[in-house]
């Protein structure tokens, strides 16, 4: 978490750090700083809590001359989000400054050692030990690159840095290591940032660090070395992103606009694979034979990119008629999996940069597992690791509750399902026609459904007040209730649990008492019935009862307080379209309980921690 930037250009840097800055705040935003050198001091400017703070301190950035600069935007690990743990930090006479995103696990050794040699500290963060530890090795080699570098070979853990030191005033450093990091070129000057849209605005030429990578920015050069001091060669890429999607286009909340850009989202990862017909999705790199030997998928991933795995084992198994399990990259990474060389690994994750998941891509690359990755920003690190990489083409989203990447998920999966049932044998050429042309339709119902909000926020105006909110549903229903509670919580800090609606009779159903609001999903036609009578059962007990389901099913309304309906689609995808209310209703709660819906407190978009 965490995002950095760097400047150093013709222009003040100090208004461009905090534009940039102002993009990564999904990263982290609970306090951030700027350091600006002149040339002949460096400034800092450092306050807890949101950046505006920090804008309104430095007037939009005009109080600090100079035109060489770093920024930090911050998600605290180590030391409370106070003024001093704030980045950027110096080293004790001000010489040295570093902004850092990741974590140093060894930084408590080091800490002791540096205090026993003298050194003083002002933070409690893991970072300023990178501010004394530079200085430490400046002093002894004189040369900054060779002080880097003993630095790097020194601490354990993760970090993508910018430091300034005042003997070069025409220089920013910069390295990384697990955590992401580019490096921006243009005319007017260089850059360094954790993610592109910090940069969008002044180049689309970005270098990508790899792993144990430094840079040495100056205003007309851009020079990679590894961490023997060797010189790198690397070569540009050319982002060609649009601006405006990193924008709000109008809505009051990035999460509403990307809520309504799901329609897209779901064309845009579809549409190229589909060729008369025909699934062809060429980065999965595997034959129809390949497909057919695949004994076993495992999804391994976090938050809402694992619901989408729960999602995607009723899909896989029920058309493909292939094994699946799905695990947390949390867990998995350290439960000593069982590896099978049949065995398909996919990692799914929006940000490509997610610790864990890409801990478990290493750790099944390790093994000797192929790995497919299914990742929604292009050349992050997941995406560059994997055996194979399937982009879900969402477009950057920026609120830290995922929708549309979700949503893309979703689709990438329902295309694997698709082409693994064809290739397997598990369907007829029929089948796997009729559900291509129900996937297509897909956009458009979801289009539908969202013309009319109204009615959600009607209904979520009433649950301002909810202590708790439970999510029930079987099979892919329950897959959404997971997913529906995950955004109701975390965007409106109301308790809900989702629950296996069968399973809620042993033991959760006490938890049921009049007036408790019940969110019954149920779009799967086999298992309507069942739902039905679970539905009874906790409006016995006082539920008060939201029921989504298909728009044939209108005698829910028998058991039902309030109905919200969904158009028929194949079973396999309902999922899709039964998700946009609960969104639509975790956004009305949010706003009417008067949050800050794009920034959830606590959270980050991007977790590059363990
Ligand atoms: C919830 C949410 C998180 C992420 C999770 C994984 O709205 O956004 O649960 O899904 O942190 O992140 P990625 O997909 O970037 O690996």
């Not at 690990?77 to 950027?88: E, I, R, V």
């Not at 060894?106 to 003298?118: E, P």
Request: aromatic share 10%; hydrophobic share 40%.
């Amino acid at each position: 978490m965490c995002g950095i930037v760097g400047y150093i250009g013709d222009e003040q840097a100090a208004p461009i750090l905090l534009n940039g800055l102002t993009k990564l705040e999904y990263r982290g935003y609970d306090s951030a700083g700027v350091a600006v050198y002149d040339g002949a001091e460096i400034r800092m400017e450092k306050v807890s809590g949101r950046l505006a703070r920090l804008k309104e301190l430095t007037d939009g950035g005009l109080t600090l001359p100079g035109t060489i600069g770093i920024g930090h935007t911050r998600w605290a690990t180590h030391g409370s989000p106070s003024d001093t743990n704030a980045h950027p930090h110096f080293n004790s006479d001000r010489s040295i400054i570093v902004v850092h995103n990741g974590i140093i696990e060894n930084y408590s050794a080091l800490k002791q050692d540096l205090i026993r040699r003298g050194y003083e500290f002002v933070s409690e963060t893991d970072t300023e030990v990178l501010a004394h530890l530079l200085d430490r090795y400046y002093r002894k080699y004189k040369s900054p690159l060779e002080a880097l570098t003993r630095v790097m070979q020194k601490v354990e853990g993760s970090y993508a840095l910018g430091i300034l030191f005042k003997d070069f005033p025409g220089q920013i450093f910069s390295a990384r290591k697990d955590s992401p990091l580019i490096v921006g070129q243009s005319p007017e000057g260089n850059f360094i940032a954790s993610d592109v849209p910090a940069i969008l605005q002044y180049t689309r030429d970005v270098f990508y660090m790899n792993n144990e990578e430094i840079a040495v920015l100056s205003r007309n050069e851009i020079k990679f070395y590894n961490v023997d001091e060797e010189l790198l060669e690397k070569t540009a890429v050319r982002i060609d992103w649009d601006i405006n999607a990193a924008e709000k286009g109008g809505y009051e909340h990035f999460f509403l606009k990307e809520v309504y850009e799901q329609p897209k989202a779901i064309r845009d990862t579809i549409s190229p694979r589909i060729h008369e017909n025909e699934i062809v999705i060429e980065e999965l790199g595997m034959t129809d034979e390949e497909i057919c030997r695949v004994g076993k998928i495992m999804i391994v991933a976090c938050g809402s990119a694992y619901h989408t795995g729960v999602m995607a084992k009723y899909i896989f198994e029920g058309l493909a008629r292939v094994p699946v399990e799905v695990d947390l990259a949390s867990e998995y990474r350290y439960r000593d999996p069982i590896f099978d060389r049949n065995t398909l690994v996919i990692i799914v994750s929006q940000s490509g940069e997610t610790a864990d998941s890409l801990a478990a891509l290493r750790e099944s690359g390790a093994n000797g597992q192929k790995v497919l990755g299914i990742v929604n920003v292009v050349g992050s690190s997941i995406a560059r690791e994997a055996d194979n990489v399937m982009y879900t083409w969402a477009g950057p989203e920026i609120s830290v509750a995922t929708t549309k990447a979700y949503s893309a998920q979703l689709a990438a999966f329902y295309l694997l399902a698709l082409k693994f049932g064809l290739a397997r044998g598990a369907m007829s050429r029929d089948s796997y026609q009729a559900l291509l042309d129900d996937l297509k339709r897909l956009p458009e119902q979801m289009e539908a459904i969202l013309k009319d909000r109204q009615q959600i926020q009607r209904f979520a105006n009433r649950y301002l007040a909810a202590d708790h909110i439970f999510f029930i549903g079987r099979g892919i229903d329950y897959a959404i209730s997971l997913e529906g509670s995950l955004k109701l919580k975390e965007i409106s800090y109301i308790h809900s649990e989702a629950y296996a609606a069968g399973e809620l009779k042993h033991g959760t159903i006490s938890l049921i008492e009049e007036g408790t609001l019940v969110v019954a999903i149920s779009t799967q036609e086999s298992l309507y019935p069942k739902t039905v009578s679970n539905i009874e059962e906790v409006k016995t007990r006082g539920a008060f009862v939201m029921a989504l389901t298909s728009e044939d099913n209108r005698d829910i309304e028998k058991v039902s307080d309030f109905t919200v309906y969904i158009p028929k689609t194949n079973r396999y995808f309902a999922g899709s379209l039964a998700i946009l209310p609960l969104q639509l209703f975790a956004y009305y709660v949010s706003l009417g309980r008067g949050l800050d819906v794009d920034k959830p407190r606590n959270l980050a978009k991007s977790v590059t921690v363990e």
